[in-house]
């Protein structure tokens, strides 16, 4: 979920509206489902699924209570994201609350379902609560992490924030990159996302 409108100019499949939520469906969304219907099983895919939906859900139902309106959800290779009118609006612990009401929506469903003895939807949950807490710019944390520096930053050193997010992205990139090479990591979807991710990282600086 992000905090800002993102640029209209970005390439879509299809975009329409209900109720005044745009919807936007990235080309990069039916590539990816395409691809993990090839390495997952039907049953893993459908858990994936639910697990983003409700990460989703969490943020949409935050914003209700906080009163923040949303203004568009988009379905990418990154998974849903929702979009604020604008994170200026929106005191930061506010913000903050919101931006962090998937990650913890995932973390809590991943508890309850590893006490009930299942593992495999557990680790569903907790695979894009996880995620999302990395300092990506299209990722939770990263977003978070982002306003938090403007917010102390941008006025007296407005190229800091800007600057720092692109060093965490990169070393935190580089750091999932050796340790999945030093555990033996090969599963491509992992490997397939932290190349997107970097590559993401690339085109918004």
Do not use: Y
């Amino acid at each position: 979920m992000h905090g800002d409108s993102p640029a209209s100019s970005a390439p879509h499949l299809l975009i329409f509206r209900v109720r005044g939520l745009e919807i936007a469906v990235d080309f990069t969304a039916p590539a990816l489902l395409a691809l993990l219907s090839l390495l997952l099983t039907p049953r893993a895919l459908l858990m994936t699924v639910l697990a983003c939906i409700l990460h989703e859900s969490a943020h949409f139902l935050a914003m209700l209570l906080t009163r923040c309106k949303p203004i568009r959800l988009t379905v990418s290779a990154v998974g849903f994201r929702l979009t604020l009118q604008s994170s200026a609006l929106c005191p930061l612990p506010v913000f903050c609350a919101v931006m962090l009401a998937g990650a913890g929506a995932n973390l809590l469903a991943a508890a309850v379902f590893a006490l009930a003895g299942l593992p495999d939807a557990a680790a569903a949950n907790l695979a894009p609560a996880l995620f999302n807490l990395l300092p990506f710019h299209s990722t939770d944390g990263g977003t978070l992490l982002s306003a938090v520096l403007e917010h102390f930053w941008l006025i007296r050193r407005p190229s800091l924030p800007r600057r720092m997010m692109r060093l965490l992205s990169a070393g935190t990139a580089a750091a999932l990159g050796i340790g999945m090479i030093a555990c033996g990591i090969t599963n491509p979807s992992l490997w397939g996302m932290l190349l997107f991710m970097s590559a993401s990282e690339l085109l918004c600086g």
